[in-house]
């Protein structure tokens, strides 16, 4: 009995991985499919006729497969599902038609299945997105090139392994600036084209080609780079995160409770503001610039 829970356990992650992967507009050929499921492509298409049972269109473009969005429908009504109020109501109208019997026993399972379904696949597709974005953070603070796997550019309609020098999210966290050495100049790549992420054992080698357009980092933009460490509190550490999104690519966490920030900022009085809001929450490891700004602050302060 364990083993046959655990391999219905594998079948079931494997569709909710299928679903992911299907999802967005990048889509993957059944071998690369069976590779990344670790199955076969007879076992593939079984699990199309099942996504097909749940309500999911899948559709077949340039020898590609992915989850089929319905034109002309609200998000909440995609892949055939139902939001949490259409499934009350129907359950109140489905089960005011009598007794049970069972087809009125399938409908309710139906119902339960699509809802739950279409809730579980789209937190996984945000998971997914958010890992990306760690790792793809990852080759950013460690100053490594990254291989974006499966990288679907839409404009060739090719899918293909891109090696790249990371450099920067943009503002939205749905694209990164970065470098590619084969190329030898700056692009941008969506995130949910990547397929996966890998963080190399190489380093940049391109570090003074990096070019971005302005970007505001606390508030302010400007050519000036200041280098400044901050050990934070836990405190400090959530609402820097909350409230300057920008920052998160330098900010990382040592030891499950060591908070810090390592990066470099276009001015001073933006990052200064917000340290000097937290006083005892923040302590600045490197930084002499930043450190006379405070300190010249504080001189001025009087209360």
Known sequence: MAESSSIEQQKILRIFKMINLLQGNIGKPVHRLAELLGTDERTIYRYFKLLEALGFEVVKEFSKYKIQEKPGMEHSMNYGSFSQEESQYLHKLIESQGNANLLRDSLLQKIEVRSEVKKGTEQLF????????????????????????????LSSDTTSDRLVEP??????????????PESKSMKIFKIERIGEVVVSQ???????????????????TGKNRFTVKLKLSKKA???????????????FIKNRN??????????LPGLGRFILGLPGEIKVEEGEE??????????RSNF
């Open 237 to 251: 550490y959530q609402l820097m995160m909350e409230e300057h999104p920008n920052a998160r690519p330098f900010m």
């Open 126 to 153: 945000r998971a997914n997105l958010g890992r990306l974005v760690d790792e793809i953070g990852q080759g950013i603070q460690s100053k490594r090139l990254i291989w974006l796997k499966d990288y679907y550019s």
């Open 202 to 220: 190489d380093g940049w080698q391109n570090e003074n080609k990096h070019k971005l357009p302005e970007q505001q980092l606390f508030g302010f």
């Open 290 to 299: 930043m450190k006379a700004y405070l300190n010249e602050q504080l001189q």
């Open 258 to 267: 060591q908070y810090y920030f390592n990066g470099e900022i276009p001015q």
């Open 167 to 180: 450099v920067a999210f943009t503002s939205n966290y749905e694209a990164i600036h970065c470098f590619e």
